[in-house]
């Protein structure tokens, strides 16, 4: 029933079978894999689509798993929100938010390439999954896992947010605290890879978990009426998920689904980590790492990312930009989507709508334009980011007469209620 070829050597085209294998042996290049496209539309339309799973595995004829799911069945299809009032803040007309905060069932979306590539270390018939993580992918390898039965080791850095880091133990994982930067934790994790031989999500299994990332392009465009947008908004760390939801659009088009792509990839960094947008304003595919990440976006805090030649290549070739939001940027952007559309997101997201905003008032995002940001984490994760920023509660004594108190204060110094509205 696989419409799958095998894996293929993105630079040298060199064709591989499949087993949990990332780099070409002859020249480097990473693998991905290779469909035969012809048979896939010839059984695949919109209403087979649209009879589907109320899930990512609605289009499971474009991803890379042979038998039954057996874990994260219930992942993907989250809400394409129709955002009038961050719109209206940002100056427009159609901004849609592709809300992964929600996304089942550890509110990333580095739910869909797990499921991937679980499902896949399942069928490999690894005992131990792991990963390298920035904390999202922690979460939700750890819950896969579990899931799975499987064991779970999960390496991260140090000094992760503690909901990144409670949110992987919770799930009976063997959580790896190591003293250095991601980069660090990722090259010890090759290592570790190859020594033991486990299944590691984002390296050997990564051909296999990158697909996943194509189903929050595939959700963009059928959510929208089956047409690609104007503008994408993207958050990027390792460049993947940039490169994967261009690559499902083009996938769409190709077998006819959508009329066409006219799509502009923008990326998004913040600016104590921002190797890609860096590349894309100097307009080089060279990509310099950055040795020491800092800020609060610690889910994108990747100095040297794997894919971030293909995010370079995404962004020139769509006709998209690059932006970057320091760290006060970020928690105004997380409160302006908390304050007019009710949706709490986490640091990336901040990153996301502080670029959005920027490219908006640069013109590179026009008014009218169908425009969809990326809104791919949640923002109870990474509390520590915004509390010091917000409002604290107003203590009262439990009488009315307490409560009137601070309702006529609410003009004076102390704190104002929910900005002067309830007055
Ligand atoms: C991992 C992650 C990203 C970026 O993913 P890449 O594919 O590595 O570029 C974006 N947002 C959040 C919340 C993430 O956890
Ligand atoms: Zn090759």
New binding site residues.
Partial sequence: MSDIKGLK??????AYPIRPVHV?E????PLEVDYDYAAIGARVTRQSIEAGPATMWRYRALLPVDGEIVVGRYCGLTPLVEARNLGKALGLRRLYLKNDTVNHPTLSFKDRVVAVAVNKALEFGFPVVACASTGNLANSVAAHAAEGGLTSFIFIPADLERGKVLGTSIYAANVVAVRGTYDEVNRLCSEIADKHGWGFANINLRPFYAEGSKTFGYEIAEQLGWRAPDHVVVPAAGGSLITKIWKGLREFHGLRLIPGVPTRMHVAQAAGCAPIVTAVRANTDLIRPVKQPTGIAKSLAIGNPADGYYAFKTVKQSGGMGEEATDEEIVDAMKLLAATEGIFAETAGGVTLAATRKLVQQGAIGRDEVTVACITGNGLKTQEAVAAALRPPIHIQPTLRSFDEILTQSNGAGPSLVDGKAA
């Fill in positions: 050597c993105r630079e040298c085209a060199r070409c002859f020249c480097f290049g």
